[in-house]
């Protein structure tokens, strides 16, 4: 790819060029890290070995706790090399929507933003909400957010689908045990380099004023934007910023990502793969259950991998189980 790279007339076509060398970088990326881990391992090797012949226990104790690091390094590599999808590399735009259940429900999609915003923090990885449509009472009735990094969608499509609640219920006088549902939506974003022909005159937008908790107006100008696409009857909003500009610029983002769900279902029927089937948020068809009451523990039940710390879970740590259902998926 390189040398391809200083031929003459690789640039006439600026947008394959630019995709090209994107490619290139994470492919550079891709094997200076197994290089690197290599070279690791070959240095440990040789430390062992003078330890072992000094008999030096404390070096050999410092080298077991570097060879887990390295192991655990690999076993994270090993299955990030499972994710050959051809969006699987690129930044995922999640979102979620309230299903039955009510103001529990609504409460249940806001806990489930908090959990993959923290789950992209605790990765390091930028995390911008796009959206959120607040709750009559409490909580969202939707929320979109926006994670990149490197293979964010082939990460979080792990985790599309209904996900289930149980709890005593904070907005219940009784304060009696509630089951509530969400919908999870995970979508790569589109590339420039995607054939999608978005005419503007094929984009009808509409302003109004962001909302808040309960419906209240938060902002005396409108400043929030709704696109829709004529020919598909697409419909996104977003209402984050104060800013109009930005608002249509991550609408966009939404509306071209999902045009690529769209188009990729006509051509080849992948939107199985991208956006997974679009069921009811209600009994019988969840993926995930969490239960704080009348015991804790949360458990995926595609793979039955099952943790007894749903806090922690709920905080952002999904890595075990991305981690179950990509494995899983080759298994």
């Not at 881990?37 to 570097?66: K, Y």
């Not at 796009?130 to 994670?147: F, H, P, W």
């Not at 022909?197 to 902002?219: H, L, Y």
Request: hydrophobic letters at 35%.
């Amino acid at each position: 790819m390189e040398r391809e790279a200083s031929e003459p007339g690789y640039w006439d076509d600026p947008r394959r060029a630019q995709g090209d060398m994107r490619t290139l970088g994470r492919l550079k990326e891709t094997v200076s890290l197994w290089r690197e881990m290599e070279s690791q391992a070959a240095t440990l090797l040789e430390l062992t070995e003078l330890a072992e012949e000094d008999g030096d226990e404390s070096m050999l104790s410092q080298i077991t706790g570097d060879a887990l690091q390295l192991s655990r390094q690999l076993s994270r590599e090993e299955i990030a090399l499972t994710l050959a999808g051809p969006y699987d590399d690129r930044p995922a735009i999640v979102s979620v929507y309230s299903g039955a259940g009510g103001t529990d429900s609504q409460d249940w999609a806001e806990m489930l933003l908090k959990m993959y915003a923290g789950w992209g923090e605790t990765q390091r990885r930028p995390v911008q909400i796009m959206d959120m449509a607040y709750g009559d009472e409490a909580g969202l009735r939707s929320a979109t957010l926006e994670i990149g990094g490197p293979f964010a969608y082939g990460y979080l499509s792990a985790e599309r689908g209904v996900h289930r609640l149980v709890r005593l219920s904070p907005f219940d006088p009784n304060n009696l045990r509630h089951t509530s549902f969400a919908q999870v939506e995970v979508l790569p974003v589109a590339g420039e380099e995607e054939d999608l022909a978005v005419r503007p005159e094929d984009i009808k937008m509409d302003t109004f004023r962001s909302s808040g908790p309960g419906g209240q107006n938060v902002q005396k100008v409108a400043s929030a934007v709704r696109l829709t696409h004529l020919p598909t009857n697409i419909v996104v909003s977003c209402q984050t910023e104060r800013s109009q500009h930005q608002n249509r610029e991550y609408a966009m983002r939404i509306l071209t990502a999902r045009l690529l769900a769209r188009q990729n279902e006509q051509r080849a029927q992948e939107l199985a793969q991208l956006r997974g089937d679009r069921v009811a948020a209600e009994w019988g068809n969840q993926i995930r259950s969490y239960v704080l009451h009348p015991y804790k523990s949360v458990k995926d039940h595609r793979t039955n991998f099952q943790s007894t710390n749903p806090d922690a879970v709920l905080e952002g740590g999904l890595d075990d189980f991305i981690e179950a259902y990509l494995i899983s998926q080759v298994g």
